[in-house]
Nanobody, 121 residues
Framework: QVRLVESGGGLVQPGGSLRLSCAATEKIFRINVMTWYRQAPGKQRELVAAIMSGGATNYADSVKGRFTVSTDNAKNTAYLQMNSLKPEDTAVYYC???????????????WGQGTQVTVSS
């Protein structure tokens, strides 16, 4: 069964950068939609960025111009490049994907395990 494995979180100073990765553990046919969410302590999970299979992207207003979402289909991996990080970006970041595992099946939805991002001096 496909799993999504996240990596790249950590501690960074304000103004710094991190790149999160979300990799499918098995060979898949296509990622229809890859979405990044985050959840800060005491707050609801919120959408950060999304990318469709055709390349269209969507960003939360709070991260526009600072975060970039992308995919590498050959590696079955999605990325979230985060620049100019702020303390308010501190949260657990989750990837979520609608994945078509082979061309004969309908898409299934998967979550990554989450990765902690802490922005602090």
């Amino acid at each position: 069964q496909v799993r999504l494995v996240e990596s790249g979180g950590g501690l960074v100073q304000p103004g710094g950068s991190l790149r999160l990765s979300c990799a499918a553990t098995e060979k898949i046919f296509r990622i229809n939609v890859m979405t990044w969410y985050r959840q800060a302590p005491g707050k609801q999970r919120e959408l950060v960025a999304a990318i469709m299979s055709g390349g269209a992207t969507n960003y939360a207003d709070s991260v526009k111009g600072r975060f970039t979402v992308s995919t590498d289909n050959a590696k079955n991996t999605a990325y979230l490049q985060m620049n100019s990080l702020k303390p308010e970006d501190t949260a657990v970041y989750y990837c979520n994907a609608d994945i078509v595992e082979d061309k004969f099946t309908l898409p299934n939805n998967y979550w990554g395990q989450g990765t902690q991002v802490t922005v602090s001096s």
